[in-house]
C-alpha cells in the first residue's frame, strides 16, 4: 500500500494529509431515489431517519451510518431506492440522458448506474444491460426487476460480441468499467489485500479493450462516457488518452458537471475528501461514423396472442406495458419497442416477463407487480410500512384483505408496489418470491 499513498500524494499533495485523515472515519453511506416509482420528498417522509443530498446527482442522498439492514427496509423491497455509494451516481448525470434514448450499459453488474438510467429514460427510448459474468448478470437482472424498469434488454455477453452485434445503434453509452477499486479500500479491506501497481496495469488494458468495443456501437455525434472507481492515472487518464490517440474521432467534452476536480481539462475525479468513496469519469462525443448497421428486431406475435392478451388484460388496465406480446419457451414476454435483432446475443431478459403457462393455465410472473404502478392494477391492497401486514407479506405468510378482493392482486407499501398474492376468501395467498423474503 505505501506505492499506493505515494500515488495519491502526487495526485493531490495539497490535501493529502486531510485525505488520510478521512481514512480514520467510517466509510460515506448513500441510496438513490427511484423515481420511477418515488420521489425524493415521499421517502424521506416514510423513512425514520434524515437524509441529506449528495453533490453528484438529482436524487442521491447520503444517509446515517448507524442505520443497519435498510436491503429489509420493505421500501427497498419495493424499489423505492437503490442502496448505492454517493459518489458511484456521479458518472450517469454526465451521460445527459433523454427520454427515448437508446443508452448501452456495457458493464452493468449489480446494477446501481444501469437503474440510474432507466430512471432518467422513464420507460421511453431502449435501455441494454450487459454484464459478461453470467452470476452477476443475474444480480443486475435482480435489481433491474426490482426497481422496475420495464423497457431494459438484459445480456451476458463478451464486449467484443455485443460491439459486432449491435454497432452504430446506440445515442448514449456507459463504460464503467472494471477497475483495481481504490475507492472501495475504505469499506472492504479485501480490495486493499487484492491491490498491487501490475493489477493496476492488467485494469488498464483491458478497460482500453472494452472501450474500443463499446465506441463501435455508438452513433455518430453519440456521447460515450468512461468511468471507474478508482483514482490511479494508468485506468483514467493513461486509458482515455491512448483511447483518443488511437481513435482521433472521439474527443473529451465538458460535461456541465461542478463536482469533483478537473482533469484533462473536462474529466473528473472524486476523493473521499470530496464527499464520496472515489471516482473518475470523463464525458467523450464521437465525431465521424464507422461501418456497420444494426437490423431491428422483428416482433412475431403467437398463435394464441388473444388469449394471452386477455391474460393480460383480466390483471391490469390499460396494458402499461405495450402489446409487443411474445411467447418464448412456455413463458410469455412483453417486449419494448424498438428493440434491435438480438440473434447471437445470451439474452437474460427484454422487457417484462408477463407470465408462465403451466398445462392448463397460465400464472402471472413478481416482475410484471414490480413494474405496475397501483393504479395499472385491476386488484391491489395498500399497506403501511409499519404494519405487522407488510413484516408478514415479506416474510412469505399470507395476510388479511377485504373479502370483496378476489384473484390475482398486487401489494403496494404506501401506494408502492412490491410484490402480489392471489385473494380468495378474505386472505391473499402468498407469491412474494422465496429467494426475496425478509428471513
Not at 433523454?98 to 448506474?113: I, N, Q, Y
Not at 430512471?119 to 435482480?142: F, Q, T
Not at 388473444?306 to 410469455?332: A, M, T, W
Request: with cysteine; net charge neutral; glycine share 8%.
Amino acid at each position: 500500500m505505501e506505492k499506493f499513498f505515494e500515488e495519491i500524494k502526487n495526485l493531490i499533495p495539497d490535501d493529502y494529509d486531510e485525505f488520510l485523515k478521512c481514512y480514520n472515519e467510517e466509510p460515506y453511506k448513500g441510496l438513490r431515489v427511484n423515481t420511477l416509482k418515488c420521489t425524493g420528498e415521499k421517502l424521506q417522509s416514510l423513512l425514520n431517519f434524515p437524509l441529506k443530498k449528495t453533490p453528484f446527482c438529482d436524487n442521491g442522498y447520503y444517509y446515517p451510518n448507524e442505520e443497519k439492514g435498510l436491503g429489509k427496509n420493505p421500501l427497498h423491497h419495493a424499489g423505492a431506492f437503490y442502496i448505492q455509494e454517493p459518489s458511484a451516481t456521479s458518472a450517469v448525470p454526465m451521460l445527459g440522458v433523454e427520454e427515448g434514448d437508446f443508452v448501452l450499459d456495457m458493464c452493468s453488474a449489480p446494477g446501481g448506474k444501469s437503474t440510474q438510467i432507466a430512471s432518467m429514460l422513464n420507460g421511453k427510448g431502449l435501455l441494454v444491460c450487459n454484464e459478461i459474468i453470467k452470476s452477476r448478470a443475474n444480480i443486475l437482472l435482480s435489481n433491474i426487476e426490482r426497481m422496475g424498469v420495464k423497457n431494459a434488454i438484459v445480456t451476458s455477453n463478451h464486449p467484443t460480441v455485443i460491439a459486432e452485434k449491435l454497432p452504430n445503434f446506440f445515442d448514449k453509452i456507459l463504460v464503467d468499467a472494471p477497475c483495481s477499486g481504490e475507492g472501495m479500500f475504505r469499506k472492504d479491506n479485501e480490495a486493499q489485500q487484492e491491490w498491487s501497481y501490475e493489477h493496476t496495469v492488467t485494469c488498464s488494458v483491458r478497460q482500453l479493450e472494452i472501450l474500443n468495443s463499446a465506441k463501435t456501437c455508438l452513433k455518430e455525434k453519440g456521447v460515450l462516457v468512461y468511468s471507474t472507481c478508482t483514482y490511479n492515472k494508468r485506468e483514467n487518464e493513461g486509458v482515455i488518452t491512448k483511447f483518443i490517440e488511437e481513435n482521433p474521432n472521439f474527443v473529451i467534452e465538458d460535461s456541465g458537471k461542478t463536482y469533483g476536480r478537473n482533469t484533462l481539462k473536462y474529466a473528473k475525479r472524486i476523493f473521499i475528501n470530496d464527499g464520496g468513496e472515489g471516482h473518475f469519469c470523463c464525458r467523450l462525443r464521437k465525431t465521424s461514423a464507422n461501418d456497420g448497421y444494426t437490423e431491428p428486431y422483428k416482433y412475431t406475435k403467437p398463435k394464441d396472442e388473444k388469449k394471452y392478451l386477455e391474460f393480460y388484460d383480466s390483471i391490469f388496465n390499460n396494458r402499461p406495458f405495450g402489446s409487443n406480446l411474445e411467447v418464448i419457451k412456455d413463458k410469455i414476454y412483453l417486449l419494448p419497442n424498438n428493440m434491435p435483432n438480438i440473434k447471437g446475443l445470451n439474452v437474460l431478459r427484454a422487457g417484462i416477463l408477463l407470465g408462465e403457462i403451466k398445462k392448463n393455465r397460465i400464472e402471472p410472473c413478481h416482475s410484471a407487480f414490480m413494474a405496475s404502478k397501483t393504479e395499472d392494477c385491476k386488484n391491489y391492497v395498500d399497506l403501511d410500512i409499519n404494519s405487522e401486514e407488510i413484516k408478514k407479506f415479506l416474510h412469505g405468510e399470507e395476510i388479511p384483505v377485504p373479502k370483496e378482493t378476489k384473484g390475482y392482486t398486487a401489494v403496494a407499501v404506501n401506494g408502492i408496489v412490491t410484490g402480489f398474492g392471489k385473494a380468495s376468501n378474505g386472505t391473499l395467498k402468498n407469491k412474494y418470491p422465496k429467494g426475496l423474503r425478509n428471513l
